[in-house]
């Protein structure tokens, strides 16, 4: 089955690392619905409980929008464009019904462990129970035109259409930090786009560092002497979103079998026979994904009243941490938005 981050293809990833200073002045299509879980992660008070107004709204994800990404955009130049998850393939259902288990799992064993008084342990289970509700990507969606950020709606799979932008050029990687990006045939995925600098391993109750990291999927491709088409049968056959995987093959032993036999129909029948019945249409969820053409990348304007009014007055932000964030992005706006994004688009 496939991990957290999508297709686990850790082992066999061509990768670069980076800094944020390498991505100033380049544009990513922000897979939103993956930033968003994040934020609802690891935005938690000590036993775990996500960041609530008074009214018991959450607002975890717009303090990670409100502080990181304008950070991002007003320090370093990044242009995030933002892409929301629209329906899921109908492939998807078993993995979505899957995650559902593991958090209603892990909300059982944090209410124990916060019953308990034991707040390590509450908080490692906390980070996986989150939910990214309707609500709460509206809220994200609100946040987001107020601060003028432009955002797009998927058809179906944020990564695909971000992907989908990335290969037209309309910007220059999808960020996300799913490897599935690249089954969806993004010329460049970009990792751990992060201020801190760490991740909590909720498996381990430790932090470990994170350094950005680039994939181009041409030098992934050339590396290993194999296409696009063979990188989704090895995935296919170690496990995705939509099908399990073959037990007993991993990431290298795949990787071998493509290259031995080419694709999925030649492979011996003793391996082909584990393969899920439906594994070319889990192809064509991939080489064929369901995105919009139709799309504007517009940049909005900074509404300074409004963001007081839906922050502070609405989801009880103090006006100290709203005006530092709008600081902020009048300072980027004076320093010429125009010409920022005209050399952007350039």
């Not at 934020?39 to 018991?56: C, E, K, V, Y």
């Not at 041409?218 to 063979?230: A, D, F, G, V």
């Not at 999925?264 to 192809?283: G, H």
Request: proline share 5%.
């Amino acid at each position: 089955m496939s991990s957290a981050l999508g297709t686990p293809l850790t082992p066999i990833i061509v990768k670069r690392i980076i800094t944020l200073e390498d991505l100033r002045d380049r544009s990513l299509a922000v897979d939103a619905n993956n930033v968003l879980y994040q934020f609802l992660s690891l935005i938690r008070i000590s036993d775990g409980t996500p960041l609530m107004d008074s009214a018991g709204n959450v607002t975890s994800h717009l303090v990670g929008l409100m502080f990181r990404t304008t950070r991002l955009i007003c320090d370093y130049g990044i242009r995030t464009i933002f892409v929301f998850d629209g329906k899921p393939p109908q492939l998807k259902e078993k993995e979505i019904e899957r995650r559902k288990a593991l958090r209603e799992k892990a909300t059982d064993e944090w209410r124990a462990a916060v019953k308990a008084g034991d707040y390590a342990t509450a908080w490692s289970k906390a980070v996986t129970t989150s939910r990214l509700t309707k609500p709460l990507i509206e809220d994200a969606k609100k946040l987001l035109e107020l601060l003028g950020i432009p955002y797009l709606q998927a058809p179906s799979e944020g990564e695909a259409q971000a992907a989908h932008m990335a290969k037209r050029g309309d910007v220059w990687a999808a960020n996300s930090r799913d490897y599935d990006s690249l089954l969806f045939g993004a010329p460049r995925l970009v990792r751990y786009v992060t201020i801190s600098g760490s991740e909590f391993l909720p498996s381990k109750g430790t932090s470990r560092p994170l350094e950005p990291e680039v994939i181009d999927l041409n030098e992934l491709l050339s590396h290993y002497e194999i296409t696009h088409e063979q990188l989704v049968d090895l995935a296919i056959l170690i496990g995705t979103d939509f099908n399990d995987g073959i037990k007993g093959v991993g990431p290298k032993t795949a990787l071998k079998l493509v290259k031995k036999y080419g694709r999925l129909e030649a492979l011996p029948n003793e391996i082909k026979s584990k393969l899920p019945a439906i594994y070319d249409d889990i192809r064509s969820v991939f080489l064929k994904p369901q995105v919009e053409d139709n799309y504007h990348i517009i940049w909005g304007d900074l509404k300074e009243r409004e963001l007081y009014d839906f922050l502070c007055d609405q989801r009880g932000f103090s006006k100290e941490r709203v005006k530092t964030v709008i600081e902020r992005m009048k300072n980027f706006y004076a320093r010429g938005k125009q010409s920022i994004l005209d050399k952007w688009r350039k």
